[in-house]
């Protein structure tokens, strides 16, 4: 049940993280829009703020803490600065009291921000990349940016491409194949077609190939060696028309191909459940594992991260937060402390030199340890 004083601290707190939340993400989209700018030459004002929008979700999760941060620091030194903080103080309530309507919002932010992270940002990250080559840059034809590169599609497959045909927006000289220990199933194709997380083959042949049977084919006899080349050729599919298709199902979409693929820096598409699958993966490689269990750790830690702040933003601003000015400062000065140790240790778990865990919890502890020492004094 919230009293009156945790009212009054909602109806400061509330309106500054509201205003703070939009100016952030706001200067992230400028950010965005500058980088890009370049590129847009010509196109169409709503087109670039479609894809703008999808960047919200996840600039709003990096965002979030820092505004959390600007909404204890700015009030709450206005409070200690008339006076209200040691008014409080006076009549009994400490400032652990204080934290408690504070903290409940940076619960709920919590939560929002790994709900965001498991079911909407890997989307949204994707979706991202995918607009940004198949409408704004080359427009219904990114996938010309996977041309002659090995897209691993999920699910043991792997696609290959050599030409593409521009009038018809298609894939040509695809190659697809799927190993399963020594044996290959592998898949021509005049043409492709990315359909969801289909593609559509046109002019296809299929060819299973058995490599752990041509070992017998050197002790075949004349009469064995029709059955040993049956073993080998375990399937092959060619049909009569030239024109004839086919739709294999893949593990990635046509945004999460371009959003991984089509260049260097790859979009960040894992959610927080697919992070924990790979990082508990025996069949991957142990460095891919390790990243994989620093992205899980990571994605729990920074929503957390709006808790933590509240306890170090609080004390600072009793203590320290003398005009708005210098909240305002104060705040940006935490804020980026915060993300700089955050960095710096992820950076270390990266190179191996911190387990993943401490990595991606190690300015959550650190901050909260100096917070509450803070708050105790």
Do not use: C
């Not at 709900?115 to 940002?121: A, D, I, K, P, T």
Request: without cysteine.
């Amino acid at each position: 049940m919230f009293t009156i004083l945790d009212r009054y601290i909602l109806r400061e707190v509330v309106p500054v993280l509201l205003v703070s939340s939009l100016l952030y993400v706001a200067v992230f989209l400028f950010g965005f829009f500058y980088v890009g700018s370049r590129w847009l030459d010509g196109t169409p004002v709503l087109k670039v703020l479609t894809w703008l929008g999808y960047h919200v979700p996840g600039v709003l999760v990096q965002v979030l803490p820092m505004a959390v941060v600007s909404a204890v620091v700015i009030p709450f030194g206005r409070m200690a600065t008339e006076g209200a903080i040691l008014a409080t103080q006076a009549g009994g309530v400490s400032l652990a009291r204080l934290l408690r309507p504070v903290l409940l919002v940076g619960l709920v932010l919590a939560g929002l921000s790994l709900y965001l992270s498991e079911n909407v940002v890997p989307e949204s990250n994707a979706r991202v990349r995918g607009y940004w080559y198949d409408e704004l840059t080359t427009p219904g034809n990114g996938l010309v940016r996977l041309r002659g590169k090995t897209v691993p599609l999920g699910g043991g497959i792997e696609l290959f491409f050599s030409g593409y045909d521009w009038t018809r927006k298609a894939m040509t000289g695809v190659r697809l194949q799927l190993w399963k220990d020594r044996q290959v199933t592998v898949i021509f194709a005049d043409r492709g077609v990315y359909q969801g997380r289909d593609l559509k083959l046109t002019g296809y042949r299929i060819y299973t190939v058995d490599y752990a049977a041509i070992d017998g084919l050197l002790s075949a006899s004349d009469a064995e060696l029709d059955r040993r080349l049956q073993q080998v050729f375990k399937n092959v599919s060619v049909p009569r028309s030239e024109e004839a298709s086919t739709t294999i199902k893949v593990g990635l979409s046509r945004d999460e191909a371009l959003a991984n693929f089509a260049d260097p820096l790859a979009a960040d598409t894992l959610s927080l459940s697919e992070a924990w699958r790979r990082s508990t993966d025996p069949d991957l490689a142990p460095k891919d594992r390790t990243d994989a269990g620093l992205a899980f750790h990571s994605k729990l830690a920074l929503p957390l991260a709006n808790v933590v702040l509240v306890l170090i933003s609080l004390p600072f601003a009793v203590f320290y937060g003398r005009s708005p000015g210098l909240s305002m400062g104060m705040s940006v000065m935490i804020a980026v402390g915060y993300y700089l140790v955050f960095l710096l240790a992820r950076s270390m778990g990266g190179l191996g030199m911190l387990p993943p865990s401490l990595a991606a919890w190690g300015a959550n502890l650190l901050f909260a340890f100096m917070g509450w020492r803070l708050i105790r004094r």
